[in-house]
């Protein structure tokens, strides 16, 4: 029910009807636990799974014909009974930072706090830059960037998918697109699959 599903999902179902004209497709929100729980780090509270359980009983159950996933969310296998049918264009697959005050990732003051979801993500940006502290934080687009401005949190800056911004139409408000060569994306970043 995110903005970002929101916008994925109508781009897949205005494809659709171009190839489709002669058939209706409705958009059906469910909301999965990974959407639900937001106050824990996923690795606390489950696999990657987590963003892809309740559709997919929904798609076995018959209330559903088709669904809408970011690929980064996708378990490697398909459940037993579905078909992973295609991937649509990808965006851009690289990390970015959106920072509060600084510049740049180099600018950042040691002891600087970056809030990401993503272990991969700290992990890498802690090789390049020891000094600096990651805190987790979850939620959507929106909900992170609001953290980032809140000052009660206390962050300096979050790492986030290029993809995602672009999507939204907030590009924008990229402070730094990470190099991809010192920091990989994941998986499947900055692409959707149905």
């Known amino acids: 029910g995110s903005k970002l599903a929101l916008v994925q999902s109508e781009y897949v179902k205005r494809r659709m009807e171009e190839a489709y004209p002669e058939d209706t497709f409705e958009l059906v929100i469910i909301k999965t636990t990974g959407d639900k729980v937001t106050d824990k780090p996923l690795a606390a509270i489950g696999t990657k799974g987590?963003?892809?359980k309740e559709i997919e009983e929904e798609l076995l159950s018959g209330s559903i014909d088709m669904a809408v996933h970011s690929m980064k969310d996708m378990p490697a296998e398909c459940e037993t009974g579905l078909t992973f049918a295609k991937a649509w264009k990808r965006e851009d697959c690289r990390d970015?930072?959106?920072?509060?005050?600084?510049?740049?990732?180099s600018e950042l003051p040691s002891g600087a706090v970056i809030g990401t979801g993503s272990i991969r993500r700290a992990c890498q940006l802690a090789m390049l830059r020891p000094d600096i502290q990651f805190t987790a934080i979850r939620g959507n687009v929106d909900t992170r960037i609001n953290k980032l401005m809140d000052d009660s949190y206390g962050l300096d800056g979050i790492v986030l998918a290029a993809?995602?911004?672009?999507?939204?139409?907030r590009s924008s408000e990229i402070?730094?697109?990470?190099?991809?060569?010192?920091?990989?994306?994941?998986t499947g970043t900055g692409s959707s699959c149905d």
Not at 96 to 105: C, D, H, R
């Open 50 to 52: 987590l963003f892809v």
């Open 96 to 105: 970015v930072l959106i920072l509060k005050t600084a510049g740049s990732f």
């Open 163 to 169: 993809a995602g911004l672009n999507r939204l139409g």
């Open 175 to 186: 402070t730094e697109y990470l190099d991809p060569v010192g920091c990989y994306s994941g």
